[in-house]
DNA sequence: GGTTATTAGTTATCATGATAACTATAGAGG
DNA sequence: CCTCTATAGTTATCATGATAACTAATAACC
């Protein structure tokens, strides 16, 4: 939109790579929002869906501790702490103490969790199809 | 990461478009970072930043409403007034009353604005080149 | 010209991200 | 063993986004 006048105006950078990245980032936001309404309207959010992902994609394991969660999902540890919270108070994970350190709790899925990334994981491809299909 | 398992089973879109989304969201989201940085290390935020450019950009005026902003920027009402308060109170806005409407002001740069959005739009558009030219 | 609808701005409340600072436990080094 | 450090989790506080519901003023319509 403003781009060209101030860009010619700084001499930074060309003005086509600087257009490309401002459209990327206003894409990549229209999409997190269609994925924000779809999530929300299965009163989940993207970190809870993460969250319920990396758990259930774990090779060997069926549980991990909240900081290997927080290893494997760029999020801050207090809010992967709400967030872990909010999913064990909605009965979408379960949480027991850690053998191997008490400090610990290792964070695995109900069925119900299993139950609603399966109800969830088509809608969820289908819209980011749907939107890469749309775009010019 | 874990896309090709769940792509494949569900048999929703193709797993190269949706990789592709992700990887753009998270190009995006990383530049989004960057940005945020450099604002933040000015006292500025990206929208607070919009704002200026906005009114800077506007042809023929050298003030808009709230409102006008509001039409410009993909923001809600609260936000855009809480930030513009903020904006006002920091000295890079002033505020007249509308001449036409008593209910609206027009908001208009300051100097210290003015000199603000010129100091900081090269390193804006130089952030953005760099980004872009590392990517891979 | 008086009712009704729209618009400009504001307030209250919530969601979701962050950092800083804390407690409690584990682990390492002497 | 006893400190000292690092790690797991938690709490408090703040930033920045949203919606819903409000006030006051304008515009539209008999």
Redesign the pocket.
Do not use: C, G
């Given at each position: 939109m403003m781009i060209d006048g101030y860009v010619s105006q700084t001499g930074v950078g060309d003005v086509d790579t600087v257009a490309r990245a401002l459209s990327m980032m206003r894409e990549a936001s229209q999409l997190e929002r269609l994925l924000?309404a779809y999530f929300?309207s299965h009163n989940l959010?993207?970190?809870k869906f993460h969250i319920l992902i990396v758990i259930d994609r774990e090779p060997d394991k069926d549980s991990l501790?909240?900081?290997?969660i927080?290893q494997r999902l760029?999020?801050?540890?207090?809010?992967?702490?709400?967030?872990?919270?909010?999913l064990l108070k909605s009965g979408l994970l379960v949480c027991r103490d850690?053998p191997?350190?008490?400090?610990?709790?290792r964070l695995a899925l109900t069925d119900e969790g299993k139950t609603m990334l399966a109800a969830i994981l088509p809608g969820y491809f289908k819209t980011i199809s749907g939107f890469m299909r749309e775009q010019p």
């Open positions: 924000d929300s959010s993207q970190l501790r909240q900081s290997e927080n760029d999020v801050s540890k207090p809010v992967l702490h709400r967030t872990v919270t909010s850690d191997e350190d008490s400090r610990a709790h």
